[in-house]
């Protein structure tokens, strides 16, 4: 689709049109099993065979074009043109009725199936409506004439793969159907005006939408470092240009970032906003910052995409037309609903959806993908546009779009870009698969040549062998002839109900698959075994640069921020692959004086320092703070185990003034606000409120305790990630590289989370507290380098100065504010 609203015309193909207005049916996951590799290339040998055999008068992929005018604006007509390509037309001279000749036309529509055509009762209701639009243009382009339509299905079978199919008459169905002119013009005009609506809300919402942005501006007085912000983004967005901005929690930047996209895309440079984050909560702050610039009044429309599992009616999210009534007939109502939604609504909030989804008996994930085509911003994880399995096909699989990616807290796209672009095999999972599939002599034959070639490599491996691209071709090639025989499979018995675990053995291969076909030098593939055992072959992105640069080139521009980039250069070379990608630092707006941030200096987390001894000086270090003054208090340990132990020595050693709770392993939604609520209760507490919680974990970010919801953190420990076997191979692949393997493995991810445990603390300009990081390492020289600016001024403390320390700095804080009064009370005089 090319849509040019701003010039009233829009361009859009046949097939695009009839499949949006045509649709009907079930939501059915066993339909939306990929084709085989090579399916695409079956149907065009098929088209190409069948053209071939048609004879002289057979014109093989005639191009198709027709512009015709809208009325809906009373201003100026709104030009449409719908374009595509016929397989073939016949133009021949056959006798009427009278004997007398007259010029014939045909239009055959060839579809490639996998399944026996012998038992088609009739064509596809969407294939035939795409005959029929090329039909019309080509009775009009000869003449107004009558036209027959051909739909030709062709039977594609598994042993044609590789070679051209044998074209069989058994296997070839055809079904005609003959139209006079002004039947034929009437197909054409009735798919045309059941398109109308779609594209007059789309025109007409524009121009509102744009109109809008020139009555709003920044909805505050702009806070110190905001205004840089709002102009470099800007700058980013309408030179086309990438743009990483390191700035401090709490000084507003999803606005800083909202507000200049919505300009540039108002003024034509920009289409959709895409607001990216890792977690769903995080989501939350963008849908409230488009409201306070809805109240101002932009008319910019915004959705956010939940995942499937949290929005589904049912316990477990089955796509299954006999087990659920929302995925029964879902496409047949689907349409009904989002024009109602979007012509009634531009805050498109969750429950709101679910009320839509519900009212019209639909399934609020698919529907929610749907909608969002037609609003301007989407908020959504990371992994709907960058995950090679699940980002938004209807987006980013044409080519280049002119969209803007807003992306939150980029630090988190690391690891999570590593897992998205890697992919295991397990040997286990492939040999099971020949008791799934024991009904499938293609798809057994090739899973148990794939499990002879794991088996060999797991003969070489010991407890981990590296490999390169040409060393597992072999099994590559026959993972890719086993996705075929599988996709086959599915299509053939789809009326019999597919098993989960053959669908999930089925996505496993599939992955493997298309992570080979993408390897880069960033990745590094290798063998090893689980802990109970079972041997894999993981393909292992540790560099995501290139993967992630595939998506960045195909959008207007891309815009990271965080407030701990530190250091710059290790993100932009993982994230964007280039080192000179434009960034900006911008400095706290927050008076420096209303923190202490104080290293103990006499604690570690050091893996040969954990004992009691260390536990019980942790634990007292924690309680001094948290008993110097009451209020609310975070501490962050490096793990659960130790959080554990730690725990323990509290318990001990609490003498009543400090109440405690504890983050779990495993905490649901509910649980997680709960603990959060207990912040925000009465802030007058006789006894402090101490939180115990892990570092890097559900509280380190994403969460916003103001004022004295908040009034001091502790970390322990440098955020070391744990040595495990991939964060080695993370360490040798960068040594290899020439650069500090530790610091991109462990130091540098580490630090990142002890500087978003730290931002907790001061959110606003009222915000005061103490910070205290509770390990020697942090007095390292390559530790101090990474120190953001903020935190240039620390005093360094230990067991026996740190309970002075935190009390004189609350006495400082307090003879301030008494001062501050007497100030005010003065002027008031």
């Known amino acids: 689709m090319k849509k040019c609203f701003r010039e009233n015309r829009m361009t859009v193909s046949v097939r695009e049109l009839v499949e949006w207005v045509v649709r009907e049916g079930d939501i059915d996951r066993r339909s939306r099993v990929p084709e085989a590799e090579n399916a695409m290339l079956l149907g065009a040998n098929a088209h190409r065979k069948l053209q071939k055999a048609s004879g002289a008068a057979y014109q093989a992929e005639v191009p198709v074009s027709r512009t015709v005018e809208l009325h809906f604006d009373a201003d100026r007509p709104f030009l449409l043109t719908v374009d595509g390509r016929a397989d073939g037309v016949i133009r021949e001279e056959r006798p009427d009725e009278t004997e007398e000749k007259k010029p014939a036309l045909t239009v055959d529509e060839i579809k490639g199936v996998f399944r026996k055509v012998s038992e088609m009762e009739g064509p596809e209701n969407v294939h035939l409506a795409q005959a029929e639009m090329y039909a019309y243009i080509l009775s009009e382009e000869d003449g107004c004439v009558p036209v027959s339509v051909q739909m030709t299905y062709v039977e594609l079978k598994e042993e044609d793969a590789g070679k051209a199919p044998k074209l069989i008459p058994d296997e070839i169905r055809r079904f005609t ?12 005009e009735h798919y045309v005006a059941l398109y109308e609506p779609w594209i007059k809300f789309m025109v007409l919402h524009e121009r509102e939408r744009d109109l809008s942005v020139s009555r709003v501006t920044f909805p505050y007085p702009y806070r110190p470092g905001q205004k840089g912000i709002v102009r470099k983004v800007y700058e980013a967005v309408t030179e086309e240009k990438n743009l990483f901005v390191q700035a401090p929690t709490g000084i507003g930047k999803t606005l800083a970032m909202l507000y200049p996209v919505v300009q540039s895309v108002s003024a034509g440079m920009g289409d959709k906003i895409f607001y990216l984050t890792a977690k769903t909560v995080a989501g939350r702050a963008a849908e409230d910052a488009v409201r306070i610039l809805s109240e101002k009044g932009l008319a910019f429309s915004c959705i956010q995409i939940t995942a499937k599992e949290k929005l589904c009616p049912l316990e477990k999210a089955e796509c299954d037309p006999t087990r659920c009534d929302r995925a029964k ?31 019209h008996a639909v399934c609020p994930y698919e529907f929610a993908l749907d909608v969002s085509l037609f609003v301007d911003i989407i908020i959504c994880d990371y992994n709907y546009v960058f995950d090679p399995h699940v980002y938004f096909r209807r987006y980013f699989s044409g080519g280049g779009t002119d969209s803007v990616l807003l992306i939150d807290e980029a630090h988190n796209l690391v690891e999570r870009s590593r897992e998205m672009y890697s ?132 959008v207007r521009s891309g815009v990271f921020f965080s407030a701990t980039f530190l250091p710059i250069l290790y993100y932009k070379e993982l994230l964007a692959g280039d080192p000179e990608e434009e960034a900006i630092y911008v400095d706290s707006p927050f008076d420096p004086t209303k923190k202490k941030l104080l290293i103990s200096k006499d604690v570690s987390s050091k893996y040969t320092r954990r004992n009691r001894t260390e536990y019980g000086r942790i634990a007292g270090q924690i ?65 402090s409120l101490l939180g115990l919680t892990v570092t890097g974990g559900l509280f380190s970010e994403a969460i916003d305790l103001k004022g004295d919801a908040l009034i001091g953190v502790a970390v322990v420990g440098t955020g070391l990630p744990q040595v ?49 990081l509770m390990d020697e390492r942090f007095l390292y020289r390559e530790n101090l380098k990474l120190f953001p600016r903020e935190w240039t001024e620390y005093e360094v403390t230990d067991e026996k100065r740190l309970s002075g320390a935190i009390r004189s700095f609350w006495e400082e804080r307090s003879e301030k504010r008494e001062t501050i009064e007497e100030t005010e009370e003065r002027d008031d005089d």
């Open 177 to 188: 159907f003959d139209y006079t002119y002004e039947e034929i013009r009437a197909r054409f």
């Open 623 to 687: 309680l001094t703070m948290a008993a110097s003054r009451p209020g609310n208090y975070l501490a962050f340990l490096p793990s659960h185990k130790f959080l554990e132990e730690v725990a323990l020595s509290v318990e001990e050693q609490n003498d009543g003034r400090v109440e405690v709770i504890r983050q779990e392993k495993t905490m649901t939604d509910e649980e997680r606000r709960a603990f959060l609520s207990r912040f925000k209760e009465a802030p007058e507490r006789e006894n």
């Open 423 to 554: 992919a295991v095999l397990l040997k286990e999972d492939v040999l099971s698969g020949k008791k799934l599939f024991a009904d499938g002599k293609q798809v057994v034959n090739r899973l148990v040549k794939v499990n002879r070639i794991l088996l060999e490599m797991k003969r070489e491996t010991e407890e981990r062998k590296e490999w390169d691209a040409t060393s597992l071709s072999g099994l590559y090639e026959a993972a890719a002839s086993l996705q075929e025989a599988m996709s086959r499979y599915f299509d053939r018995h789809r009326d019999r109900g597919t098993e989960e675990e053959k669908l999930d053995l089925f996505f496993e291969v599939s992955d493997f698959v298309s992570t080979y076909d993408a390897l880069t030098e960033g990745y590094l593939p290798y063998s090893s075994f689980t802990e109970d055992g079972r041997f894999y072959v993981k393909l292992f992105c540790i560099d995501p640069a290139a993967r992630l640069a595939e998506r960045l080139s195909e």
């Open 724 to 772: 495990s076997m991939e964060r080695e191979l993370v360490r040798l692949y960068f040594e290899r590289t020439g650069k500090n393997g530790f610091d991109y493995a462990y130091r540098f991810p580490g630090f990142t989370k002890v500087q978003q445990a730290v931002g907790r603390l001061i959110r606003t300009s009222s915000d005061e507290g103490v910070a205290l």
């Open 329 to 359: 007939g879902h496409f047949s109502r689907v349409n009904d609903a989002i024009f109602d939604l979007i012509t009634h609504e531009t805050e498109i909030r969750t429950e709101l959806l679910l009320s839509y989804a519900e009212k």
